[in-house]
């Protein structure tokens, strides 16, 4: 099995940061591409970061300037620095992974979501 477990989400007001934090765990091979997608309500998900294992970045427009993703290859672990939030920022956040387990081979999973939520 292979857990994702987020962390970090809360309230802020705007213009307020708060960090995301991802850990993979399980019977885990190799990681390729982490990242973070986000559903605000009555809307799709959509991806907010994503970072390969050479550590490549791409970011949705909408974050750009603002959000920096990173990860620890050594700890399973990927982040999301989220800085001068806005409102329209609220949203569920899950953590992805492609990733390859032993004896199974490369897919996708989600972590659970965690919620964010900018407001005075």
């Known amino acids: 099995q292979v857990q994702l477990v987020e962390s970090g989400g809360g309230l802020v007001q705007p213009g307020g940061s708060l960090r995301l934090s991802c850990v993979a765990s399980g019977s885990i091979f190799s990681i390729n591409a982490m990242g973070w997608y986000r559903q605000a309500p009555g809307k799709e998900r959509e991806l907010a970061a994503v970072?390969?294992?050479?550590?490549?970045?791409n970011y949705a427009d909408s974050v750009k300037g603002r959000f920096t993703i990173s990860r620890d290859n050594a700890k399973n672990t990927v982040y999301l620095q989220m800085n001068s939030l806005k409102p329209e920022d609220t949203a569920v956040y899950y953590c992805?992974?492609?990733?390859?387990?032993?004896?199974?081979?490369?897919?996708?999973?989600w972590g659970q979501g965690t919620q964010v939520t900018v407001s005075s």
């Open positions: 970072i390969t294992s050479g550590g490549s970045t």
């Open positions: 992805y992974a492609n990733l390859r387990r032993l004896g199974v081979g490369v897919r996708a999973y």
